[in-house]
């Protein structure tokens, strides 16, 4: 069974500071994806970023960038310099290689004040 | 390149009615989803459809049934409505059945009263 943790309840903070969101994750799957959504009050999910479990390699993409660490199990995700638009509860979600399904964590609320 | 389309956007019913949802995927999508998202808590897989076969079927009781149709879309189907299935509803669609991305719509948010 896959299993996600985000230990943190809400985070707020002023706008351009920056914002790390801790995800940690089980499975027993050798091979897994991960994954990072956003869910503004609109309610709509929307994809931000994937990451194949064998590929470590930590990206930067735009203001977004994310530390994997398999010796953890961690996948955390960090916005740079946030904007009030980036408010909104910030999902990982976690797919085995066995498995259609996404087992989410039960997400990060991100409040940007300017 | 339109998105994953839902409908309605809001629904009200009350305990012991049956509710139906849609949903159309993304344009080339060929791969449905649904998940239950409780107020406050993250979504939780309900099942998966791909040509026209439940592929795969979440911890749900079969109150909760599904449905795709040959040009990929889906509906969600729900019997005997209890208080406790109020919430959104997600419809998430992918390339194929072991495609890595799910993309999702906007949701029926239901309310049972």
């Known amino acids: 069974a896959q299993k996600v943790t985000q230990a943190q309840t809400e985070i707020s903070v002023v706008e351009k500071e920056d914002v790390t969101l801790d995800c940690v994750y089980e499975?027993?799957?050798?091979?897994?994806?991960l994954f990072w959504y956003k869910q503004p009050p609109s309610g709509e999910l929307v994809f931000l970023i994937r990451?194949?479990?064998?590929?470590?390699q930590n990206e930067i993409s735009g203001r977004y960038s994310w530390n994997f660490q398999k010796s953890t199990s961690s996948f955390n995700f960090t916005i740079t310099a946030s904007q009030v638009v980036d408010s909104a509860v910030y999902f990982c979600?976690?797919?085995?290689?066995?498995?259609?399904?996404?087992?989410f964590g039960a997400g990060t609320t991100v409040t940007v004040r300017a | 390149d339109a998105g994953v389309t839902q409908s309605p956007t809001h629904l009200i019913k009350t305990r012991g009615q049956q509710v139906t949802l849609r949903c159309s995927p993304k344009s080339g999508h060929d791969t449905v989803s649904w998940y239950q998202q409780a107020l406050g808590q993250g979504p939780q897989f309900i099942f998966q459809?791909?040509?026209?076969?439940?592929?795969q079927r979440g911890n749900f009781p079969d109150r909760f049934s599904g449905h795709q149709f040959p040009n990929y879309s889906s509906e969600l189907n729900v019997n005997a409505l209890l208080l406790g299935d109020s919430a959104l509803y997600l419809c998430a669609s992918s390339l194929a059945l072991w495609a890595d991305t799910q993309y999702f719509g906007p949701g029926t948010r239901l309310t049972v009263l």
């Open positions: 979600a976690l797919r085995g290689s066995n498995d259609y399904k996404l087992s």
């Open positions: 990451r194949n479990s064998f590929d470590e």
């Open positions: 499975t027993r799957d050798t091979t897994y994806y």
């Open positions: 459809y791909y040509e026209e076969e439940e592929r």
